[in-house]
C-alpha cells in the first residue's frame, strides 16, 4: 500500500514539457462570470482535479464554479463549486457534487489564492479537508473548468477573477492535464494551454 502511494505520488509530479515560444506564459488569466474551457476528460470517482484560483469582484461572484461534470441534478455529479454572501469573503458555502451533492460551511477567503481540489472522494480547500466520500459511479460528460457541464451545456456561473492554473490527475495518479495561463503572441489573445497535450483555449 505504502509503494502504491509512493508510485501515485510520483507520478503526479512528473514533469512535461515546456511552452512553445508563440506563447508567453502569465501569472494569471482573469475570468468572468461565463468563462469556461473544455478538457476532454471524463472525470472518474477516482480522479484528482485541482484549480487554483483568487476572487477579486467586490460582489458575491468572487465565488462560483470551478470544475464540474453531472448529468443532471444529483445525477452522476463530479464538481465543485462555492458561494457567498457580498459582505463576507470568509464565510463561504461549498457545494460537493460527488454522485449527489453535500453543501459544507467554511471559513476560507475567496479573495484570497486558493486551490479547490478533490482527489479519490475527499474535497479541500488548500490544506482544509471538507469531506471525504465512497460513493460508486461513473461520469458521463467530459470535466469543464471553470462552469459545470450539465448534460453537455454549461451552467451555474463561473468566479469573477484570476485563474492560476489548473491539473487533473486520472485514478492511476498519471497527471493528464496540465494547464497554465497563457498569452497567445500572434494576436494577444488569453488563455489556457495544456502542457500534457499541448493545446490552447482562448478565453
Given at each position: 500500500?505504502?509503494?502504491?502511494?509512493?508510485?501515485?505520488?510520483?507520478?503526479?509530479?512528473?514533469?512535461?514539457?515546456?511552452?512553445?515560444?508563440?506563447?508567453?506564459?502569465?501569472?494569471?488569466?482573469?475570468?468572468?462570470?461565463?468563462?469556461?474551457?473544455?478538457?476532454?476528460?471524463?472525470?472518474?470517482?477516482?480522479?484528482?482535479?485541482?484549480?487554483?484560483?483568487?476572487?477579486?469582484?467586490?460582489?458575491?461572484?468572487?465565488?462560483?464554479?470551478?470544475?464540474?461534470?453531472?448529468?443532471?441534478?444529483?445525477?452522476?455529479?463530479?464538481?465543485?463549486r462555492c458561494t457567498t454572501s457580498?459582505?463576507?469573503?470568509?464565510?463561504?458555502?461549498?457545494?460537493?457534487?460527488?454522485?449527489?451533492?453535500?453543501?459544507?460551511?467554511?471559513?476560507?477567503?475567496?479573495?484570497?489564492?486558493?486551490?479547490?481540489?478533490?482527489?479519490?472522494?475527499?474535497?479541500?480547500?488548500?490544506?482544509?479537508?471538507?469531506?471525504?466520500?465512497?460513493?460508486?459511479?461513473?461520469?458521463?460528460?467530459?470535466?469543464?473548468?471553470?462552469?459545470?457541464?450539465?448534460?453537455?451545456?454549461?451552467?451555474?456561473?463561473?468566479?469573477?477573477?484570476?485563474?492560476?492554473?489548473?491539473?487533473?490527475?486520472?485514478?492511476?495518479?498519471?497527471?493528464?492535464?496540465?494547464?497554465v495561463p497563457v498569452k497567445r503572441?500572434?494576436?494577444?489573445?488569453?488563455?489556457?494551454?495544456?502542457?500534457?497535450?499541448?493545446?490552447?483555449?482562448?478565453?
Amino acid at each position: 500500500m505504502i509503494n502504491e502511494l509512493m508510485r501515485r505520488r510520483a507520478m503526479m509530479f512528473k514533469k512535461v514539457g515546456g511552452l512553445p515560444s508563440e506563447y508567453e506564459q502569465l501569472e494569471f488569466i482573469t475570468t468572468f462570470s461565463l468563462t469556461y474551457f473544455t478538457t476532454g476528460f471524463v472525470p472518474t470517482s477516482g480522479c484528482k482535479v485541482e484549480v487554483t484560483f483568487k476572487g477579486t469582484s467586490t460582489t458575491s461572484s468572487k465565488a462560483g464554479a470551478y470544475f464540474g461534470s453531472r448529468s443532471g441534478w444529483n445525477n452522476k455529479s463530479f464538481y465543485f463549486r462555492c458561494t457567498t454572501s457580498s459582505g463576507s469573503a470568509t464565510n463561504m458555502t461549498a457545494y460537493l457534487g460527488y454522485s449527489t451533492e453535500r453543501s459544507v460551511n467554511v471559513n476560507i477567503n475567496a479573495s484570497d489564492k486558493n486551490v479547490f481540489g478533490v482527489d479519490n472522494g475527499t474535497f479541500y480547500i488548500n490544506d482544509t479537508i471538507l469531506g471525504s466520500y465512497g460513493d460508486t459511479f461513473s461520469p458521463v460528460y467530459e470535466l469543464f473548468l471553470m462552469l459545470i457541464n450539465s448534460a453537455g451545456s454549461p451552467v451555474q456561473s463561473a468566479a469573477v477573477g484570476n485563474l492560476y492554473g489548473a491539473k487533473i490527475w486520472d485514478d492511476n495518479g498519471r497527471l493528464v492535464r496540465d494547464y497554465v495561463p497563457v498569452k497567445r503572441l500572434a494576436d494577444n489573445a488569453e488563455g489556457i494551454y495544456d502542457l500534457v497535450n499541448n493545446t490552447f483555449q482562448a478565453k
